[in-house]
């Protein structure tokens, strides 16, 4: 069993960086065929994925977020990380950090955390 | 990519079947397996339903079912209950090496 636990800033300033990271209950280390993802939810809208990472630190990104964001991962710590930049009132959102598999789906959520982009 | 077209809203009687559409292109939906639905109540985190277009997870109802047919998955909901009304979400691995969501259908029980 996995559990995931998002932690981080809930306001951040335009133009900054949002940095949030999640923390992992369980099989971490697991096998090459699950990755450790970032998807969020506007209020009211529907699902947006960020992009993936898997432990070797190969990572994948949305091609519409691409530029702003980064991902990274501490097996040790059993942590994985999002870095998103220059963000915006769009960026406002439910972050979930989820655990996900080759086979296109997502098994294990975290709680997910409101991140609010405002001055 | 674009979000993967599904209607906003899908409504039924208890007991009836209802089918919630999602619809990409030839580059997602059309081009992979890789094809799942997502339950989710108000103010929790989704929940996986089908995963590789009709398969379920250990411990989801047999009232939910997946199909596809050429660009278009669909989400059957068989013997609607009132526990059902829920948003649903699809999602599909794309060409581009990652994946897009839909944009979501509200499912109410009447």
């Known amino acids: 069993h996995v559990q995931l636990q998002e932690s981080g800033p809930g306001l951040v300033k335009p133009s900054q960086t949002l940095s949030l990271t999640c923390t992992v209950s369980g099989d971490f280390t697991g096998t090459t065929s699950y990755y450790w993802s970032w998807i969020r939810q506007p209020a009211g809208k529907g699902l947006e994925w960020i992009g993936h990472?898997?432990?070797?630190?190969?990572?994948n990104y949305n091609p519409s977020l691409k530029s702003r964001v980064s991902m990274s991962v501490d097996t040790s710590k059993k942590q994985f990380s999002l870095k998103m930049r220059s963000v915006t009132a769009a960026d406002t959102a439910v972050y979930y950090c989820v655990r996900g598999s080759n086979w296109g789906s997502v098994d294990y959520w975290g709680q997910g955390t409101l991140v609010t982009v405002a001055a | 990519q674009s979000a993967l077209t599904q209607p906003a809203s899908v409504s039924g009687s208890p007991g009836q079947s209802i089918a919630i559409s999602c619809t990409g292109t030839?580059?997602?939906?059309?081009?992979?397996?890789?094809v799942s639905w997502y339950q989710q109540h108000p103010g929790k985190a989704p929940k996986l339903l089908i995963y590789?277009?009709?398969n379920r997870p250990s411990g989801v109802s047999t009232r939910f079912s997946g199909s596809r047919s050429g660009n278009t998955a669909s989400l059957t909901i068989s013997g609607l209950q009132a526990e059902d009304e829920a948003d649903y979400h699809c999602s599909s691995y794309a060409t581009s090496g990652s994946y897009v969501f839909g944009t979501g259908t509200k499912v109410t029980v009447l």
């Open positions: 030839s580059s997602d939906v059309g081009a992979y397996k890789y």
């Open positions: 990472i898997y432990n070797s630190g190969s990572a």
């Open positions: 590789e277009v009709s």
